[in-house]
């Protein structure tokens, strides 16, 4: 066990535990090792950061997390529920019903107002339209986007929307909060801006959030920080302790 895992919250605030999980890409003869061996915790009640240098497996993670792609070998844990043993359709339920992602691009639904775009998780777990709608222009109003519920994605700003984003995560209230950069396609004041409504709206302790960068300006919002390098994690340690450089 982690050193460090004494003085942290009890086990049942373990929210994803990965274990020596492996994730090859076949790519013909020349096979890429995107996780090799890798283990990683995130606990309810924390903001943990996947970080290091693009390419080192920080979205693969991320992605086999989710369950949206398979592994080679080990185990994932969401929740105590290990993804290894549910079908493909359990996969999806479950994920639709307890992750909220926000994407590195949005993916805002261009046809959609702002309303409805973050209506979607609530139209898909059987919502009835206008129910589903007033929870939108609820959380809507928390972001400050309470006067653009009518708009539509492509009227707002790169910072409007990436909130549009993180409404549209939040509003089904899932346990499990992930962000894929979110400080990529933004300027530096606005991402932070961003960082800042995720640790206020998202840092609950019945939630995990994983935030994956590696934008060293943003680190200190996190708890704790797992460093990837080459596939591996090579280091994990609160966020206090984590030196830059
Ligand atoms: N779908 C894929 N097919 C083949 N190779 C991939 C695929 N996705 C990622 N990779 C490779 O796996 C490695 C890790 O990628 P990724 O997890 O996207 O890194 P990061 O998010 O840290 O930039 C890279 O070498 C990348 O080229
Ligand atoms: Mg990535």
């Avoid at 398979?70 to 992750?99: C, P, Q, W, Y």
């Avoid at 805002?108 to 107002?113: A, C, D, E, K, Q």
Wanted: net charge neutral.
């Amino acid at each position: 066990m982690n050193p460090h895992d004494a003085s942290r919250a009890g086990a049942d605030s373990l929210a994803v535990a990965v274990r020596n999980v492996t994730k090859i890409f076949p790519n013909g003869d020349t096979p890429t090792y995107a996780l090799r061996d890798v283990s990683f915790e995130a606990r309810c009640g924390e903001l943990t950061m996947i970080v290091g240098p693009s390419g080192c497996g920080k979205t693969t993670l991320l992605s086999v997390i989710c369950g949206t792609l398979a592994i080679d070998s080990g185990t994932i844990s969401v929740f105590g529920h290990d993804l290894g043993g549910m079908s493909v359709a359990e996969i999806t339920g479950f994920r639709s019903k307890n992750v909220g992602f926000i994407f590195q691009q949005f993916n805002l639904i261009p046809t959609l107002s702002v309303m409805e775009n973050v209506s979607i998780p609530l139209i898909l777990q059987g919502w009835n339209y206008r129910k589903a709608e007033e929870k939108a222009a609820s959380i809507l109003a928390e972001v400050g986007l309470g006067n653009r519920l009518n708009s539509f994605p492509k009227q707002l700003s790169g910072g409007q929307q990436q909130r549009v984003a993180i409404s549209r995560a939040l509003v089904h209230d899932p346990k499990l909060i992930i962000c894929d950069e979110p400080t990529a396609s933004l300027d530096a004041k606005t991402g932070l801006h961003a960082l800042e409504l995720l640790k206020k709206s998202a840092c609950r302790p019945d939630r995990c959030v994983i935030v994956v960068t590696h934008d060293s300006r943003i680190f200190s919002f996190a708890d704790w920080i797992a460093e990837m390098e080459d596939g591996r994690v090579v280091r994990s340690c609160p966020a206090a302790e984590f030196h830059h450089g």
